[in-house]
């Protein structure tokens, strides 16, 4: 299916497990975005990547860690969950240059007990 | 630092009225805004997209306006409908520190629109 996928949509996991959301997209759009979505606080810019291998911190980075190695995949990994993680999480992507649409996927809700 | 705010908060109207989204933002020097739907518990949905060189646009029952000098920009939706029901954000994407092309997009609070029958 054409577009923006994550998987999986909802996960429990515990406190200090490893944990990984997996983000595809079809479009070949070289810039993807992990963003977390929190009451209060809006939308918050995890990380970004410009193209595979291309990756940069957004506002709150801290204990994630992401990987870019083709283009249509930016899975997101949290290293050693904690209660504060527990959010949504929203991948997004957009083409080349400053004047696009960016697109989100459908989110993947996140409970870390 | 871009700060984007959306009034009003939340919004409840009787369907067929048409109403307006307000969005404001502090640095004008945008590359676009973009307005996005978010129905509860999904993802975001792309309404509609001005350039910076745009005064508007429009998109069957939704227009979008923005004012760059002033850090404005309406969301004008006509005639409303029970399914225009969802939270409403606007973004605006500027230029990031390193002033590369990523840019980078930051988002209102949004709006919880109801519209009931």
């Known amino acids: 299916d054409a577009g923006i996928t994550q998987s999986p949509r909802y996960k429990i996991t515990e406190t200090g497990r490893q944990v990984t959301l997996m983000c595809h997209q079809t479009w070949s759009h070289s810039y993807m975005f992990w963003y977390r979505q929190d009451l209060g606080h809006g939308l918050r810019l995890i990380y970004y990547?410009?193209?595979?291998?291309?990756?940069d911190k957004g506002e709150v980075p801290d204990g994630y860690v992401v990987s870019r190695s083709k283009t249509e995949n930016f899975p997101l990994t949290l290293e050693s969950a904690t209660r504060s993680q527990t959010s949504v999480y929203f991948c997004?992507?957009?083409?080349?240059?400053?004047?696009?649409?960016?697109?989100f996927g459908p989110g993947t809700r996140l409970t870390v007990l | 630092k871009q700060e984007v705010t959306q009034i009003p908060a939340a919004l409840s109207v009787p369907e067929g009225e048409n109403l307006v989204l307000n969005c404001s933002f502090t640095?004008?020097?945008?590359?676009?805004l973009q307005w996005f739907r978010q129905d509860p518990g999904k993802g975001l949905t792309s309404l509609l997209l001005?350039?910076?060189?745009?005064r508007e646009q429009t998109s069957g029952r939704l227009n979008a306006s923005l004012d760059k000098s002033s850090g404005r920009s309406t969301l004008y939706i006509a005639a409303s409908q029970p399914g225009d029901s969802a939270t409403y954000l606007c973004a605006v994407l500027t230029s990031n520190a390193g002033g590369t092309s990523y840019g980078k997009l930051t988002f209102g609070q949004g709006t919880i629109l109801t519209v009931h029958p």
């Open positions: 990547s410009a193209a595979a291998d291309i990756t």
């Open positions: 001005i350039q910076s060189s745009q």
């Open positions: 640095d004008s020097a945008i590359y676009n």
């Open positions: 997004a992507s957009r083409p080349i240059g400053a004047h696009n649409e960016q697109f």
